[in-house]
């Protein structure tokens, strides 16, 4: 069981309630553009917002995709980002050291900084695992006037899309984004318009952590063969330079 | 003054300069002293520090796997010196990791919470467990001295050979999983330098540096202290790195051809143009340059071999870390002088050190001689200030703590106040409103604003007395101000008062008693107000009082203004719930009188549906 959201581009108006419901469950302050931010609105005070730009006459609501296997989890050398059982990926700021590694290994840019504090943390959206686990939807869900976006299980959601992809074959183009791309994620799109640019390349369909999966585990038997081979090198060599006579390695 | 001097006193005040965007960087944050951006988190600090960082040190595993694994005797004058430079390298990427973390006191996390996934995990423990092996190999060196640690010492000695061997298991591993550490990143990295044998690679080219960074240190050393530089050695050294280089150059075009991207080599981008640059640098020009005898074993010619092939490494590792991923990631990035100053002053503290563990312990065959290590020589004198200095190491503890000390105090002074208050602040300048009845008020002309219908708010608001209620202000000797002549930032407070020009002779001239009384403390609060001369200023019958000389920013004034006005009228009109939420003023429909670039810019589907966070939030 994974909860998931889906946005429906063709219904949503941009009206921002769901920024606006964010915000305000959260407790975060007004944001103000900064040097370090990208253009797509979010920030370390921001964790969802709309796309009001591009594409042209669409909005795209934006946030951390929750993915199934989440690269920025595989990447946190101290296991600060975990993906819940509920399916949320979320921060622990109390284990955190602040390499930033997960906001470089992140495919759609989530993660977010703190750059303007002396004590920084990364901040992204949490899929409100609270209202969750108290069996509420997300704040941003509640929020929408128009169930652009909503939320449930990640297969009804999928059924649901294909569903309505079968009903109006003319208005959506047929794929649901975020079902297979980087092994998948929690956050699912429908729309009308090409949606590739919302991650940095187009989009893979391989899970991110695969790609570090095998020198990860070759790490140990090339510890052990690193040694053996050393060991075995030294033998020979001192061998051979008994066998000529002298010069050996005298000790200091 | 000789060169030992002037080297040392460049590198204190580097160490001095550094020190004062440290303390800039802890009391206000990265955001403060990096150009680092969401877009790039890892800036300059990941790219040289630690990347090239951890390479730069190899010469350390390389030097004693020579000499105590393969036994090649005559390299043994030069293990110790590689050792010191790979403890010290180690120190180095520790530390720039300590200004680069954001939260560097739980770097010791990595020891509780595990996640051995995570290539910097592995990364993180290789480079805590070889430094420390790293010390422990190097420690002998400085207890030779004293007999007290003779025991120890002597344990240290018959330790050696399994920690030179575990030395060389860790840094085989964390060398590669450098390269391992981009492996996550296929959707940002360039495809020239992504490739599955990254690890390989990055070990490959590490042994190749180890070997040059050992010729390449024992050159520059026997410049600054005017020694006999190992000329023989450092031959041998190139001879095997040209082998490296080769099976480097096999390796990584092997890649680009299993790829199938000898096109992208070929395709003119500015990344096609780096990679063949990189490529030459790094390694084939150093390898064709090392396989010639006579050029290898000329001091010339490793000079330049070995420069090249530093300098290839170096930018080896920074395009890997980041550069190339500009082409996705679409953000450039270039470091600000204060991570350049970090940079240095980390390198140069290492260097001091390096310098003084070889003046005062027995490092090379032949220690160098250092006035200012020698208590007994005769006292100095300096000329320019006619005074003792004292013996030696006193005159030279003062010349070093006065460079340090005015660097520190010359970093202090150029930290960038603007950016510091700021806290990251875009600088958008705010627009006049344009049209004519209707308004269109946008300041950063994003095409987000309002059509604010000026002559209904006139007659519903009292004809003549409506003026006064939002037109709070004129500049002196004017009627009818804009609203952005004080109110001039989009999203910052502006100054609108400009003390400095009245109290300049080439402005207002005007003395400071005329405005702060004589025998108070003067601050804007003890001033006079500015009607006290400037009768004009305020329009009779104003609501608005003006407490500051700031101006708020031109978003916070507009919405103040409306807002609160609106929410008064949510009680008087009872028909009217809705007049005080954003899509009222949001949402107006498009007057059809527009100016034509105005339509334009109002037809933009967002406009009419927009409601600014900001508004709700701000308005209570």
Not at chain 1, 49 to 56: D, K, V, Y
């Amino acid at each position: 069981m994974s909860k998931a959201i889906l946005t429906d581009v063709t219904k949503c108006i941009g009206c921002l309630e769901c920024v606006s419901a964010c915000n305000a469950e959260y407790d975060l302050p007004v944001d103000v553009p900064t040097v370090w931010q990208k253009n797509d609105g979010l920030s370390a005070k921001n964790w969802t917002s709309i796309l009001r730009q591009q594409p042209e006459g669409r909005y795209v609501r934006i946030q951390c995709r929750h993915c199934l296997e989440p690269a920025c989890a595989a990447a946190c050398p101290v296991g600060a980002l975990q993906r819940t059982a509920e399916g949320a990926v979320v921060y622990d700021e109390n284990k955190c050291l602040g390499c930033r590694y997960c906001m470089m290994a992140c495919p759609f840019g989530i993660p977010r900084y703190d750059w303007d504090r002396a004590l920084p943390y990364v901040r992204k959206c949490t899929l409100c695992i609270d209202r969750i686990r108290d069996g509420r939807e997300p704040a941003c869900i509640a929020a929408c006037p128009e169930d652009a976006t909503i939320f449930g299980e990640r297969e009804d959601l999928l059924v649901l899309a294909h569903q309505r992809i079968a009903d109006h074959p003319d208005r959506y183009i047929d794929r649901v984004w975020g079902e297979h791309e980087f092994g998948g994620t929690g956050v699912l799109y429908l729309s009308d318009v090409d949606l590739e640019f919302l991650s940095y390349r187009p989009a893979m369909d391989i899970a991110l952590p695969k790609t570090i999966e095998a020198a990860m585990q070759s790490v140990a038997p090339a510890f052990v063969g690193m040694g053996a081979f050393m060991l075995g090198l030294n033998w020979i060599i001192k061998r051979r330079q008994k066998l000529q006579g002298g010069h050996g390695s005298e000790e200091e | 003054m000789n060169r030992v001097h002037v080297t040392k006193t460049i590198l204190w005040m580097l160490v001095g300069l550094s020190t004062a965007v440290a303390l800039t960087r802890y009391m206000f944050g990265l955001g403060a002293t990096t150009n680092l951006t969401d877009a790039t988190p890892w800036g300059l600090w990941i790219g040289f520090d630690v990347m090239a960082g951890v390479a730069l040190a190899s010469g350390g595993f390389v030097i004693t796997a020579i000499v105590y694994i393969m036994r090649q005797e005559r390299f043994r004058p030069i293990v110790r010196p590689a050792v010191l430079t790979a403890f010290l390298g180690y120190v180095a990427v520790i530390l720039s990791l300590l200004v680069d973390l954001g939260l560097p006191w739980n770097i010791w996390h990595m020891m509780i919470y595990w996640n051995p996934h995570s290539p910097l995990f592995e990364i993180g423990w290789c480079v805590m467990l070889y430094t420390s092996v790293l010390l422990l190999e190097f420690s002998p060196v400085p207890l030779e001295s004293t007999s007290r640690w003779a025991r120890v010492r002597s344990v240290l000695m018959k330790l050696r050979f399994p920690l030179v061997l575990l030395g060389i298991m860790l840094s085989t591993l964390h060398q590669s999983s450098l390269g391992s550490l981009v492996l996550i990143m296929p959707f940002k990295l360039h495809p020239l330098w992504y490739s599955a044998l990254l690890p390989i690679l990055f070990f490959i080219s590490a042994v190749a540096l180890g070997l040059v960074m050992v010729s390449f240190e024992g050159l520059a050393t026997s410049w600054l202290y005017r020694r006999k530089p190992e000329t023989d050695l450092v031959a041998r050294l190139c001879k095997a790195a040209a082998w490296v280089l080769g099976l480097y150059l096999v390796v990584r075009l092997g890649t680009i051809s299993a790829a199938g991207q000898w096109a992208l080599i070929l395709d003119g981008s500015w990344e096609s143009f780096l990679f063949v640059f990189e490529l030459l640098v790094m390694a084939v020009i150093p390898m064709i340059l090392f396989a010639i005898g006579r050029v290898r074993r000329a001091v010339s010619g490793q000079w330049i071999g070995c420069s090249l092939v530093v300098l290839g490494m170096v930018l080896n590792r920074i395009n890997t870390g980041g550069l190339t991923m500009i082409g996705a990631t679409g953000d450039f990035y270039f470091p600000s002088w204060m991570e350049f100053a970090v940079t240095a002053g980390i390198l140069s503290f290492m260097a001091l050190v390096f310098l003084s563990a070889v003046e005062h312990f027995h490092i090379w065959s032949e220690q160098p001689h250092e006035r200012e290590a020698d208590p007994h020589a005769s006292p100095e004198f300096s000329r320019s200030g006619e005074v003792w200095l004292g013996s030696p190491p006193v005159a030279a503890r003062t010349r070093y703590s006065f460079a340090f000390v005015m660097a520190l105090a010359v970093g202090v002074a150029l930290m960038p106040g603007e950016r510091i208050r700021s806290s990251g602040v875009s600088q958008v300048s705010a627009q006049a409103a344009r049209g004519g009845d209707t308004l269109f008020i946008d300041g950063n002309r994003d095409g987000f604003g309002v059509a604010f219908d000026h002559p209904r708010h006139v007659s519903a608001n009292g004809d003549k007395a409506s003026c006064v209620l939002c037109h709070h202000m004129n500049a002196p000797l004017d009627k009818q101000s804009g609203c952005t002549t004080c109110h001039r930032r989009m999203y910052q407070m502006a100054d609108a008062f400009q003390h400095d020009w009245h109290a300049s002779p080439k402005g207002a001239s005007i003395a400071c008693v005329i405005c702060h009384e004589e025998g108070v403390y003067r601050t804007a609060g003890s001033a006079l107000p500015c009607d006290a001369c400037h009768r004009d200023l305020v329009p009779p019958g104003v609501t608005i009082e003006v407490k500051s000389y700031r101006a708020p920013s031109y978003v916070d004034a507009m919405h103040d203004l409306c807002v609160s006005c609106h929410r008064r009228k949510t009680l008087e009109l009872t028909d009217r719930p809705d007049h005080a939420q954003c899509r009222t003023c949001h949402e107006t429909p498009l007057p059809d009188y527009l100016q034509p670039d105005m339509a334009d810019l109002l037809r933009r589907p967002g406009y009419n549906h927009v409601v600014l966070p900001a508004v709700v939030k701000g308005s209570n």
